[in-house]
């Protein structure tokens, strides 16, 4: 449900036409054994974005397969969309790690980055050189913050709550509750 918000929050804010989710294939940050299958993700997304006509689901990275990195999704749709204005959606604890991630210049170069505070982290103490991103980037950066509507919701905290046999009603949409238990996952 976090997502979504996010999701309807950035439509709003940075008047989109469309947000795309893309499940990754494997993530270069996250231990892929924690998460469910690709496969899974994508039909949990597909479940949960249904009755939205402006939130759309690529299986871009599913596709490509191996290590799922940004740049390369985003040059993909680049191709798709090649008269969109494109804006990568971020939570603002994901802004200080941009630097850790993949080709992050060029991928500056290609969109704008969509940010959006967070529980627990505090955007406007953020400081240019917290970024660790060479200029211009660290203020345009900052200069693209948004406040959204924030739930502290994790999908890790909803992995949890699965695997201890604990509800994860109203976390998630109630296609997704059912997919989670129908699959046995987590």
């Known amino acids: ?48 974005l249904m009755d939205n006509m402006q939130f759309e689901v690529l299986d871009i990275e599913i596709v490509r397969g191996g290590t799922s990195y940004a740049v390369d999704s985003v040059r993909e749709i680049s191709k798709l969309y090649p008269e969109a204005e494109l804006f990568f959606i971020i939570g603002a604890d994901t802004l200080t790690e941009l630097h850790l991630w993949h080709d992050i210049y060029a991928l500056l170069e290609m969109c704008s980055f969509a940010t959006f505070s967070r529980p627990g982290l505090d955007v406007m103490s953020l400081a240019e050189e917290d970024l660790h991103l060479d200029p211009p980037w660290p203020p345009r950066l900052l200069d693209m913050v948004a406040r959204g509507r924030m739930l502290e919701i994790s999908s890790s905290d909803i992995r949890h709550r699965v695997a201890e046999g604990m509800s994860i009603r109203y976390l998630v949409p109630p296609l997704v509750e059912m997919y989670v238990a129908e699959h046995h996952l987590y």
Do not use: N, W
């Not at 924690?34 to 993700?41: D, G, N, V, W, Y």
């Open 1 to 48: 449900m976090g997502h979504l918000l996010l999701a309807q929050s950035a439509l709003e804010a940075f008047d989109l036409s469309k947000v795309l989710f893309m499940p990754c294939y494997i993530q270069p940050h996250k231990d892929p054994t924690m998460l469910a299958s690709p496969e899974h993700r994508m039909a949990m997304l597909e479940q949960a």
